[in-house]
């Protein structure tokens, strides 16, 4: 069994914000799966389905990006599944637009959704699925990560949720070494 969980912030007014590009990458993966993300309870919108075999859900956490951790902790619990089995995409400002990074484990680094997951989970021994959002230029970083990409990023962004997709279906068919050759690529030019 996987537990996918993409990092955002519920509500209207964050959808296209550069900070819910996990909550993107899952929509993207549900369409790929035709896996319905529409359950409700412990503490985000989820939803079930098999793939080659393997039970899988996929979770948008509905506690904001801070406190994501709440719910993945309930994920896991409740599904009595070990952190191993647990994928999470998140945006990364360190990272080119249209960017990603799989890593096999690792620490949180500076986002504060997932500094939340590893301390909820209390390990940072799973995948992560990282999305290039780009780096602020001015201003505040909040300002930046709430904000929304202009048009030419959001096309770009649309294409990188696929690729994290594409990415996580690889990790869930125990391939996590082909994910990181494809995706892990010098960021020059992006």
């Known amino acids: 069994m996987w537990i996918i969980v993409g990092l955002g ?3 209207i007014a964050y959808r296209k914000s550069r900070h819910n590009a996990g909550f993107n990458a899952i929509d993207a993966l549900s369409q790929a799966l035709h896996i319905r993300v529409a359950k409700r309870g412990l503490s985000g919108i989820y939803g079930e389905g098999l793939v080659n075999g393997e039970r ?6 509905q506690t904001y990006m801070n406190l ?3 719910c993945v902790q309930r994920v ?10 647990l994928i999470v995409m998140y945006d990364d400002i360190d990272l080119p637009v249209g960017a990603l990074r799989i890593r096999a484990s690792g ?5 504060n959704g997932m500094r939340s997951v590893v301390a909820c989970v209390g390990s940072e021994n799973f995948p992560r699925i990282r999305i290039g959002v780009g780096e602020a230029q001015r201003g505040e970083l909040k300002d930046f990560v709430l904000g929304k990409p ?4 959001l096309q770009t962004l649309d294409e990188v949720y696929q690729r994290a997709a594409d990415a996580a ?3 869930i068919d125990g391939r996590i070494g082909d994910a990181q050759a494809r995706y892990n690529k010098k960021h020059e030019g992006l």
């Open 169 to 171: 279906q690889l990790i």
């Open 107 to 111: 620490s949180a680094g500076t986002h």
């Open 9 to 11: 912030n519920p509500g």
């Open 56 to 61: 899988v859900v996929l979770v948008k956490p």
């Open 68 to 70: 994501s951790g709440d």
């Open 76 to 85: 896991l619990h409740f599904f009595k599944t070990p952190p191993e089995h």
């Open 150 to 153: 202009g048009k030419a990023a």
